[in-house]
């Protein structure tokens, strides 16, 4: 069985320019969410999708944007890009027929931006 | 607001050592409690997760950890750590209340030969 799979795996960026990054979760998973991995701040949760609704949010500002299509891949966007965006992105899947809070997790998105 | 703490940010074993670490959380109701790991250059993965009933459960690896609620703790332990454990552990909480996971900073642990 094919894990979470993103891509692309390493991108870099400049100040100002808007980046898009996609996942594919695990075949039959119909929930994906999302996280950023930085150093000083570990793993933070930006948003979660179900039946290509979003069903949570975090704190992160409205230049971080996702959907979630029909068969359940799912894209992330970042508008606007900073420095400060600079961070590993890491997509979830799970199953969500009932939250567990079970994920099974992507290799990343490692973007730089410059 | 949920948060989540882990006591040690580095540790540094030799094999054979034991190992603890610890991890505490600040959510009034039910829970779900997980610790992932991340292997160098690998994708984060599930090691052990507590649901409901024994307090102590087991994961992969030799790996365990004991639910304690009356200190929201969920610390974790391995009697004898190999160079293979070398990883960043991360400890993570799920509510319903806030649906969603909520990790800790993690804890680095380098196991030396």
């Known amino acids: ?30 929930s994906v969410s999302w996280y950023q991995q930085t150093p000083g701040q570990g793993l933070q949760f930006l948003f979660e999708y179900f039946s290509e609704t979003q069903r949570n949010k975090g704190n992160f500002p409205g230049r ?18 900073e420095l400060g965006d600079s961070a590993l992105y890491l997509c979830a ?8 809070g079970e994920l099974f997790f ?8 410059l | ?13 030799s094999e054979a050592a034991s190992l603890e670490l610890g991890c505490n959380y600040s959510y009034g109701g039910t829970v779900n409690l997980f610790w992932y790991v991340q292997y160098p250059g690998q994708h984060l993965q599930l090691l052990l997760k ?5 307090p102590l459960v087991k994961g992969i690896k030799g790996f365990e950890a004991e639910f304690i609620k ?5 610390n974790l332990r ?31 642990l380098a196991v030396h030969p």
């Open chain 2, 1 to 13: 607001a949920q948060s989540v703490s882990q006591h040690n940010h580095h540790v540094i074993l």
């Open chain 1, 64 to 81: 971080f944007s996702g959907r979630q299509f029909s068969n359940s891949r799912s894209e992330m966007n970042v508008s606007t890009l």
């Open chain 1, 106 to 113: 992507g290799e990343g998105s490692r973007l730089t931006v």
């Open chain 2, 70 to 74: 009356s200190k929201f703790s969920f």
């Open chain 2, 50 to 54: 507590y649901f409901s009933g024994d």
């Open chain 1, 1 to 30: 069985k094919a894990g979470v799979t993103q891509t692309p795996r390493y991108l870099i960026k400049t100040r100002g320019q808007q980046v898009t990054l996609s996942c594919s979760p695990i075949s039959g998973h119909r």
């Open chain 1, 93 to 100: 899947s799970s199953l969500a027929s009932r939250d567990t």
């Open chain 2, 78 to 108: 391995k009697p004898s750590v190999q160079w293979s454990d070398t990883a960043e552990y991360f400890c993570a909480v799920f509510s319903g209340g806030y649906n969603k996971l909520i990790f800790g900073a993690g804890t680095r």
